[in-house]
């Protein structure tokens, strides 16, 4: 279990150091045509990249679910991530090589969130239910601490005032070169999966065969959609409550610092300070998670997110921002790790890799719509804290929706007897 939590590890070498902070800004401000630009550009491509996710995920996690083994697809998603990532040491600062940058952040993201979908997979694979919530919590943290020790490496190795390994900034060689760090990171950490963790036995099914039956058995879940009734409940909940963590992480920083006035320096180690209290909270929440449920967890998290996130909106003070924000950053994490959690403990174990694709298309599916409400609000009032109060109202959506949804515990009972799993327990 170890060797697999430690492939959030892994695949955070690719999230934190590329797709959000030193590719993502080296792209904007030196490779685009200018800022402007490169924030469109980079939000497309990411738009482009969670499409594919969202409509491929589903179809691919049937397939899966026909043939058996999870690891192949883990081990060709991972291949293609780093391989994509490997690519970007050629973008040159110079709008020649914006769309390089495009195509093999795209192709990595792909990769990426393809790589999750059968990674989450087996988790109720590898683990009895009364544990599930401790390692999907434990793995989610490892992630964290993964995602921010890849960072700081970078810092220190590369691009730092004085970095270890003093490359020069001649065509950005300094930077560009954290694309080997997060590779290899990837690569390093994503070994032990592949080594160590047991994988569910083949089941002898051809590829092609099995891409029919999973087509089909896609279809026939889509068409007997009453029998998952409190599934498509928790992925309606989630995928709203998940709308305002990823607004969250879009617009927190250009809150702080449009509101508060802090600078990018002040930004980015607040950044980093939310990223510790996250993973902190991820790990201490993964016994909560075991001990009371997931869908309890759920809920607690996201009160933990609305209460300081209401405070937010009204403090003028920058000192109490932080701290305040730190105390919402406890929260990050658990409600990820136990809505994970939630879906291995409920979904029927021969289609699970089919669920967890629908995971990922109700992670993608809308969102776009916070960012977009904080933008027209915010254009609207004139005021951020206005636009900001859009995450308020996704939480509590999303809240509301979850106390529909029945308990694991409750699933599992009425699956037991013969039941639907649908009343909320």
Not at 315 to 332: A, E, H, M, R, Y
């Amino acid at each position: 279990m170890v060797a697999w939590a430690l492939y959030d590890c892994s695949n955070n070498g690719f999230v934190t150091p590329i797709q959000t902070f030193i590719f993502a800004a080296y792209f904007t401000k030196a490779v685009a045509e200018n800022p402007a630009i490169g924030s469109a550009m980079w939000g497309n491509m990411i738009s482009l990249a969670g499409l594919v996710v969202a409509l491929g995920g589903p179809l691919l996690g049937a397939v899966a679910d026909r043939a058996g083994r999870r690891k192949p697809w883990i081990g060709v998603f991972t291949a293609l991530c780093i391989a994509a990532t490997f690519s970007l040491w050629f973008v040159k600062p110079d709008p020649a090589f914006a769309m390089l940058a495009l195509v093999g952040v795209c192709i990595g993201t792909i990769g990426s969130e393809y790589a999750l979908i059968f990674y989450n997979t087996m988790l109720s694979d590898l683990v009895p239910n009364e544990r599930t919530g401790r390692w999907s919590g434990w793995g989610w943290a490892s992630g964290y601490i993964g995602g921010l020790a890849c960072l700081l490496l970078a810092f220190f190795l590369l691009v730092g005032d004085n970095p270890l390994i003093p490359l020069g900034t001649g065509d950005a060689a300094n930077v560009r070169a954290t694309v080997f760090l997060a590779g290899g990171w990837y690569l390093i950490f994503a070994l032990p999966l592949f080594l160590f963790t047991p994988d569910t036995p083949a089941t002898g099914t051809p590829l092609i065969q099995a891409a029919g039956q999973g087509l089909t058995q896609l279809k026939e879940s889509f068409s007997h959609v009453r029998r998952y009734k409190h599934i498509v409940r928790f992925l309606i909940a989630r995928m709203i409550y998940n709308d305002g963590l990823a607004t969250t992480f879009a617009f927190g920083g250009i809150y702080a610092a449009g509101v508060f006035g802090m600078s990018a320096k002040e930004v980015l180690i607040f950044g980093i300070v939310l990223n510790v209290a996250a993973g902190l909270g991820a790990f201490a929440f993964a016994w909560v998670d075991d001990w009371i449920g997931p869908k309890p967890t759920i809920l607690l998290s996201l009160v933990g997110l609305l209460v300081p996130g209401t405070i937010m909106l009204f403090i003028t003070s920058k000192l109490w921002f932080l701290v305040v924000g730190c105390v919402l950053g406890l929260f990050f994490g658990p409600v990820q790790s136990a809505s994970r959690s939630y879906l291995a403990r409920t979904a029927p174990p021969e289609l699970r890799s089919q669920f967890f694709g629908l995971f990922a298309l109700s992670g993608k599916l809308t969102s776009f719509a916070g960012p977009l409400l904080v933008g027209w609000l915010t254009y609207l009032s004139g005021s951020q804290r206005v636009g900001m109060s859009t995450v308020i109202f996704l939480f509590f959506a999303g809240g509301v929706m979850m106390l529909t949804v029945p308990t694991a515990a409750h699933v599992r009972e009425e699956v037991a007897e013969g039941n639907p799993a649908d009343s909320p327990q």
